[in-house]
Every structure is written in structure tokens, then in C-alpha cells.
């Protein structure tokens, strides 16, 4: 017997209902949008006249986009609520570009029910969807995704030097199309098939270029997410959750003690650049070599000292807390920033808390921890020439 995945058929009802259902999504943010504005000019007036508040035009121009975003997030969810209370469910309607995604179960038995269509690209909600723009490789073992088009105006940067966000992949064999809805994905779809979700630093965030940039160490064997940015192209999607994180470096420390392996090293950079120039410290990065090493622009009086592995796995490297114990042990206005696999910064949050330094100023965040990798990500072999260090793939590529 004959085991041939079924092909799934688009059925013409269910892509009608998916589109009606698109566009209800996009008139009813629209329709929010406009309200969030509105609302606010209304309110701003009433400041102006009442209250005597001046703002100047693109402090005003601002407000009036956040409320306009927040009326269109309120109005995507509402929607969306809406949609569900009624019992609706979208049928699956293929990308544009990709065949129609095959949802056939191993047992031939067709595809799995209730697949729900992606709502429309621009709508806010709590994911992004961005454009990659450019691929670089600062380094040997680092990609650097600069992303943007569209999408850059729906993230909201909350300013902090770690701010990470959830990255979202799938198979690309599904067809797709973000924003994903997860909720409904996680009935529809099977478990090895349900986006995979990866958190990352955003390395910059530059509103004037309207870029975001974010850098991916690529370890071995690479995951979903080292997989799906070791072969990044211009014009692939880039996924994102709205931002968390608040570490903002201290402006006012006596000493800055910032150690990190390859995972914490834009993170790291992101705190250098907001550091003032007179700032003091020390800075430990742990990477494989000095290939892997990067130029930064470091406040005057900060060390940096690169720690090599040498061909150790990263996961049991003891680099950057032997390289802390052996610096004098520090006293008064200090701050610690230790970011990198589970153990290592375990060790130096407890070397931490036996110096003499207030708890609140020691930040100290796992990022990664050794496990077996759960599946094979086809988006591996779909990997374009291997970029060497200080070489970049941008839209203007062969
Ligand atoms: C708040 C936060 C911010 C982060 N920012 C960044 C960032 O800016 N840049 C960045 O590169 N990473 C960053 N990380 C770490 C990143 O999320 C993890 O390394 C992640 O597991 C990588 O996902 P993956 O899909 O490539 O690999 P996974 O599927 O998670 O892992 C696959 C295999 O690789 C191993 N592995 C995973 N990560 C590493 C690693 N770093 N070194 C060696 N082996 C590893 C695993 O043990 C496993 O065997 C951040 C993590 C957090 C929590």
C-alpha cells in the first residue's frame, strides 16, 4: 500500500470566508486607527485650550501615531474575540509564492482541521513582521540581520540595551503567513510543525534609517533560529514579539563589570554605546577564537579582554568566571552585567553576591542552556554561499 501524503485542496468557500475574514481584521484596525487619532487630537485640544499644554509638532505628530497604533491594536483584538465568540475558523489559504501547504498526518489522513489563515502583514498585534533588508558577518561565527520595511513602523522600542524579543520560525514547507496566529496554530496544527520561538537581543534600533538590526550566533548544530539566519536572504519575513527587557546601564556607577559568551555579546555592545565616555570598567567576552572577535567603540576607560575557547564546548566553559575571580575583588557604586549559557552565569551570580555589591546592580540573565536539538529544520538546506567575516548579502547581490 501506496503511503502519498494528500495534497491539500484549496476549497474555494473556505478561501472566500479566509479573505472575508482578512478584511473584516483590516476595516476593523483601519476603523481603530482612525479612532485612537482622533481621540487623541480630541484630547490634546482640550489640553491645549484648558490646560495650556504646547507640544512642539513632532512630539505631537508621536502621540497621536502611539494612540493611533493602540486603537488599532485594541480593534485587532476585539476582532479577533469577536471571530472566535462567533465559532468562526478561517480555512487555510496558501502564501502567495509557496504551494499549498501540506498538512497530510504520517497516516495519509489528510489534512489537520481548522488551519487558520494568517491574518493580514500590517496589522498591529503582538507580533511584527519585518522585511530583511541586509545579511552581515561581523564576525566569523555571527550574522547580523538588518530588518525593516513596513513593519518597522508597528515595533516599539523600549529603549532598554537588552531588549530581546521572541523571533518566531516555521517549516517553510507550510506556507505560512505571519503574523501567526498561535493560538489557533495549536490546534490545528501538528506538534513538530508549530512555529519554533527563539529569544534575541535587539542589537539596534535605528528609527532615523528605519532599521533594526539583530545578531544570531551561529552555534553548532544550529537550531531553528541559528538555522534560519545562517541562510537569511534580503526579502526573507523576520518575525518578532513585542520587546521586554529593562537593563539600563547605570550612568552614574563608579565601575562597570560586564562579562558575556558569544549569545550576550549585542546585548553588551548595546549597554557600551550607552555608557558615558568617561565611564570605568572591565569587559570579559568569551567567543571560539580571535576570529570571532568584534570591534566596538568603547568608553575611555573600560578593558575589554577577549576569552578563547579554543575548541572547549561552550556549554561547559568556565572562561569568563575564572577571569572574574582573578580580578580584585570590587567595592562601592558597581554594577555587574553576566549574560551567556545556564552554568556560566550561575557561577557568576554567585561570585557576585560574595563581593560587596548591593544586590540591585548585579544583572545576571541565562541565555541559553545545552539540550539535544528536538528537530531537523529544512530551511538548513536552503542555506545560500557561506559569508565570511566582514562580508555582507544585500538586495544589490548576485
Ligand atoms: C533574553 C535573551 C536574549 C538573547 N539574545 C541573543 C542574541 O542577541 N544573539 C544570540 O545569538 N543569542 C541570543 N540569545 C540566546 C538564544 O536565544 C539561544 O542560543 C537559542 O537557544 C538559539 O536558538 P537555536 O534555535 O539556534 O538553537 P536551539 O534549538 O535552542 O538549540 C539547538 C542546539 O544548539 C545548542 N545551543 C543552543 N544555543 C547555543 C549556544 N549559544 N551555544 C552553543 N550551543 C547552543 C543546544 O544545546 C542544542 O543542542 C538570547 C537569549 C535570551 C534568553
Redesign the pocket.
Known sequence: MSHHKKRRKPCPEAESLATEHARVFEAAVEAGRRAGRKAAKRKLKRAARYGGLQLSKPLRESVLRDAEKAGGRAAYAAATKALRRAGSRMALAPAPGHAAADFGSPTGAGPAAGAVAAPPRRMPGSQVVMDVLRVERPSRS?VRIVAGGEGFDDFESNGAA?Q?VKLY?TNPSLGLLPPYDLRSLRKSLRREDFP?S??????RHDPVARELA????????????????AAAQPGDQLVLSRP??KFRPDPKAEQHLYAA???????IAAALERLPRTASGRVFLEVEGPEDEQEFDLPLHMELTWLHRNGE???SSNLLSDALRDIPAPHGRVEVLA???RDAVRDIRKLASHWDIEQRRIHV??????????RT?PVQAAAGPRLEAGQRRDGTDD
Open positions: 555571527m537588552d530581546y520560525f519554533a527563539r529569544s534575541y537581543t535587539i542589537r539583530i545578531e544570531f550566533f551561529i552555534h553548532e548544530p544550529a537550531g531553528p533560529a541559528a538555522a534560519w539566519a521586554k527587557g559568551d558569544d549569545t550576550g555579546i549585542p546585548a564546548p561552550a556549554a549574560l551567556g549559557g540573565s541565562s541565555y541559553w542552556t545545552a539540550r539535544r536539538p528536538g529544520w
